[in-house]
C-alpha cells in the first residue's frame, strides 16, 4: 500500500470518531432532556472522548503520513530530475533560473501536493458515502438527502475545477519565466549600467511581476468559486437535513411519515451531517497544492530530453566535431589522445575554446560528429571560475575527493604555487573561505581550482585557461607542473598562452 493511500485511510477513519462522538453526545443529551441516569449521561461522555481521541489520532496519523509520501517524492524527483537538468545545456536547455525553479519550486509543488492532496483526495472519494452510511442506520431519508446535494455540487466541482487548472498552468509558467529574468538581468547586472539601461530593465522586470500577480490573483479567483461551490451545497444539505429532522420531531412533515425518528436518533444525525462535506472541504483547501502540483509536474514533463552523452572510451577520440550556437560555430575537429598527453585548444576570444573543452566533458553534445571519451567520474576540471563553497580552504580543495589526506593537499597546494599563501594564513588549510573567495586574487583562484583537479587525481583533466591573471614566474611554473602531470595522464587545455601551446603535444587552433 503506497503511503498516501494509508494517509488516506487515516482520514477516513476520522469519521468513524465522529460517529462516535455524535452518538455520545446525542445519548448523553437523550438522558439528560428525558431524565435518565447519572451512569447513561457519564457513558455518553466517555463516548464523546473516545470519538474525541480517536479523530486527534487520525488527524495527526494522517498528517504524518502524508508528510512521509511527499518527502519520499521529493527525493525520487530530485534523484531523477537533477542530472537530467545538468545534462540540458545549449539554447534547447532551460535559463539558469528557470533550472532553479524548475529543481527547487516545481519539486516542492509536487510534493505539496503528494503530501496534502491526494490523502485528502483519497478519503473524499470514500468517506462521504461511509457518513451516508452511517446516517442511513438511524434515517434512511437524510442520508437520501445527503446524497442528492453531492450529484450537483460534482457537477460544479468540475467546471470550476478546469478553470482553475488552466489557471494554475499559466501561473507556473509565468513564475518560471519571472525566475529567469531575474537570474539573467542580475548576471548581467555590470552590463546593463554600463548602458545606462537600468529603468528600462526595472521596467521590463516590474511588467513580469505584474503577469505572475495577475495569473495568481486569477488562480485564487478559481479557487474562491470552488470554495463557494462547496459551502453553498454543504450548507444546503445541513439545512434540509435540520429542518427534516425538525418537522419529523414536531409531526409537521408536509407528507406521511415514512419513517419514525426519536429525540437521539435526530441529534446524532444533525451533529453527523456536516462530516458529509467535511472531506470536501479538506480537499477544497489543499485544491491550491493540486493546481500547482499539476502544473508542475507538466512543466517537467515537457523539458526537453537531455543531449546525448559522449561514448564512453579508454581514451579521448573527437572524429569531425561540431558545436554550432546560434550564429557561431565550432569546428569540425579531430583529436585522438590517448591515457598520456598534453593538448592545447587555442584561438581568439570568443572562438569557442572553454565550449569544446565543455563538448569533451560530456556537457554539450556536439551538432555534428561524434566523440568517445572518459566516463564523468574520470574527468577533472578546472575552471576559469572554479566553485567555491562558504566552508574551509581545505574542504574547497577535497571537493573532487573528499577522502584524500593532508599529504596529498599539501603536495597539490605546493604544486600550483598556493604553499606561501597557505602559509601567512594563522589556520592554514582550515581558514574559512566565502562562496566568492574574497580574500583570494582571480589568480589564485584558478590555482586552487587546479590543485583540487589534481587531488582528484583523475585520468583526464580539462583546463580552461590555466595560467590566465599569474604573474610569468607563476605561470612558467604551471606550464612546467601541466608537461609534468602530462606524462601521467592526459591533460586539455584551453588557453592564448603561447608559452604553454610551445610545450603542447598537440594543438587545435580554432
Known amino acids: 500500500m503506497r503511503i498516501y493511500k494509508a494517509a488516506g485511510f487515516a482520514w477516513t477513519s476520522d469519521i468513524a470518531g465522529a460517529a462516535i462522538f455524535a452518538w455520545g453526545l446525542a445519548s448523553a443529551l437523550e438522558a439528560r432532556l428525558a431524565g435518565g441516569t447519572m451512569a447513561v449521561m457519564a457513558s455518553g461522555c466517555a463516548l464523546m472522548m473516545l470519538g474525541g481521541l480517536l479523530r486527534l489520532a487520525s488527524q495527526v496519523g494522517a498528517q504524518v503520513l502524508g508528510f512521509d509520501e511527499g518527502r519520499l517524492l521529493a527525493q525520487a524527483r530530485r534523484a531523477e530530475l537533477f542530472p537530467r537538468l545538468l545534462a540540458l545545456a545549449g539554447p534547447s536547455g532551460p535559463a539558469l533560473g528557470a533550472t532553479a525553479t524548475l529543481g527547487i519550486d516545481h519539486i516542492a509543488a509536487e510534493q505539496a501536493r503528494a503530501a496534502r492532496f491526494d490523502p485528502v483526495r483519497q478519503s473524499a472519494t470514500s468517506a462521504p458515502l461511509l457518513v451516508a452510511a452511517i446516517v442511513a442506520l438511524q434515517s434512511w431519508v437524510a442520508a437520501l438527502i445527503l446524497l442528492a446535494t453531492l450529484i450537483p455540487f460534482v457537477i460544479g466541482m468540475i467546471f470550476a475545477g478546469g478553470a482553475a487548472r488552466q489557471a494554475a498552468d499559466r501561473q507556473m509558467a509565468a513564475i518560471t519565466a519571472l525566475s529567469a529574468l531575474y537570474v539573467d538581468r542580475i548576471r548581467h547586472l555590470p552590463i546593463i549600467r554600463h548602458f545606462a539601461a537600468e529603468d528600462r530593465i526595472a521596467r521590463a522586470a516590474g511588467r513580469a511581476a505584474q503577469d505572475v500577480a495577475a495569473r495568481t ?38 407528507f406521511p411519515a415514512i419513517e419514525v425518528l426519536n429525540y437521539r436518533s435526530a ?10 462535506y467535511l472531506p470536501m472541504r479538506r480537499l477544497a483547501a489543499a485544491y491550491h497544492e493540486k493546481q500547482l502540483g499539476e502544473a508542475a509536474e507538466k512543466a517537467l514533463a515537457d523539458l526537453p530530453q537531455p543531449s546525448q552523452r559522449p561514448a564512453r572510451a579508454a581514451s579521448v577520440l573527437l572524429r569531425g566535431v561540431i558545436v554550432e550556437w546560434p550564429g557561431h560555430r565550432i569546428g569540425p575537429v579531430s583529436l585522438e589522445l590517448g591515457a598520456q598527453g598534453l593538448v592545447c585548444i587555442t584561438g581568439p576570444t570568443g572562438s569557442g575554446k572553454t565550449s569544446l573543452l565543455a563538448a569533451i566533458a560530456g556537457q554539450v553534445a556536439p551538432s555534428k560528429g561524434a566523440i568517445a571519451t572518459l566516463p564523468a567520474e574520470a574527468i577533472a576540471w578546472a575552471g576559469q571560475v572554479p566553485l567555491l563553497l562558504p566552508t574551509t580552504l581545505g574542504d574547497n580543495l577535497r571537493l573532487g575527493k573528499p577522502e584524500a589526506d ?19 594564513r594563522a589556520e592554514g588549510l582550515n581558514t574559512a573561505i566565502d562562496h566568492h573567495g574574497a580574500w583570494l586574487s582571480g589568480g589564485e583562484r584558478r590555482r586552487l581550482g587546479l590543485a583540487r583537479a589534481l587531488i582528484a587525481d583523475r585520468a583526464l583533466l580539462l583546463a580552461d ?9 607563476s605561470a612558467e611554473r604551471i606550464i612546467a607542473l601541466l ?18 601551446v610551445a610545450a603542447a603535444d598537440t594543438v587545435i587552433a580554432l
Open 483 to 500: 608537461t609534468s602531470e602530462a606524462r601521467q595522464r592526459a591533460i586539455i587545455v584551453a588557453t592564448h598562452d603561447e608559452r604553454l
Open 465 to 473: 585557461e590555466p595560467t590566465a591573471d599569474l604573474d610569468s614566474a
Open 217 to 254: 490573483i486569477a488562480v485564487l479567483r478559481a479557487a474562491f468559486i470552488s470554495s463557494a461551490v462547496l459551502e453553498f451545497f454543504a450548507a444546503l444539505s445541513v439545512a434540509l437535513v435540520a429542518v427534516y429532522c425538525g418537522f419529523s420531531l414536531l409531526g409537521l412533515l408536509p
Open 267 to 276: 441529534l446524532f444525525v444533525l451533529v453527523l451531517a456536516p462530516e458529509f
Open 406 to 424: 593532508d599529504a596529498a593537499v599539501t603536495v597539490a597546494v605546493s604544486a600550483v604555487g598556493l604553499d606561501a599563501l597557505v602559509a601567512r
